[in-house]
Antibody, heavy 120, light 107 residues
């Protein structure tokens, strides 16, 4: 089955670091870009950034640049989203999602989501 | 940045109704637009890409049109499974932005 499986929910304190994961299966990870999309409680969808797993090249939305890092471990078909210093405003559901066609940016496959709660 | 504005933000309708949701872009985006459906507690699901192309497996009661700055998503006959929130999304190679969403609720 073609799917993206994300890591489980996390509860962290402000200032802590965190890395969440997204493992692709049933297809070749390096053939499709992966993006991360944030959804704060009761809010809409916000694109955070994406990575080309074949080249490990990533780019970020303007509001996230420098606050998060997207990386990939091709050997285990896994993409990561990492924070070095969490803020309360990072509390959200995070989805990884596959770009449907190389070079375009609409999303045909979504992970189940990872809920991140940041609270002191 | 290109801003995507959806209207209405909430829509009350009955089963069998024809429903139309509008998405406007702050500048022309050609036909680089997708539509998604999201149900509570679930990930979004792709319905439409390139403004009017129906994703495989999506019921034909969903249709969409538009180009430039104004786009619409239409559900020809609303079904119980269609009560959800709908998002438009602009995309090109490097820029991606979502509309604020339209919640379709039971009247």
């Amino acid at each position: 089955e073609v799917q993206l499986v994300q890591s489980g929910a996390e509860v962290k304190k402000p200032g802590e670091s965190l890395r969440i994961s997204c493992q692709g299966s049933g297809y070749t990870l390096t053939k499709y870009w992966i993006s991360w999309v944030r959804q704060r409680p009761g809010r809409g969808l916000e694109w955070m950034g994406r990575i080309d797993p074949s080249q490990s090249y990533s780019n970020y939305g303007p509001s996230l640049q420098g606050h998060v890092t997207i990386s990939v471990d091709k050997s285990i078909s896994t993409v990561y989203l990492q924070w070095n210093s969490l803020r309360a405003s990072d509390s959200a559901m995070y989805y990884c999602t596959r770009h449907a066609v190389a070079g375009t940016s609409y999303f045909d496959l979504w992970g189940q989501g990872t809920l991140v709660t940041v609270s002191s | 940045d290109i801003q995507m504005t959806q209207s209405p933000s909430t829509l009350s309708a009955s089963v069998g109704d024809r429903v139309t949701i509008t998405c406007r872009a702050s500048q022309t985006i050609s036909d680089w637009l997708a539509w998604y459906q999201q149900k509570p507690g679930k990930a979004p699901k792709l319905l439409i890409y390139k403004a009017s192309r129906l994703q495989s497996g999506v019921p034909s009661r969903f249709s969409a049109s538009g180009s430039g700055t104004e786009f619409t998503l239409t559900i020809s006959s609303l079904q119980p499974d269609d009560f959800a929130t709908y998002y438009c999304q602009h995309y090109n190679s490097f820029l991606i932005s979502f509309g604020g969403g339209t919640k379709v609720e039971i009247k």
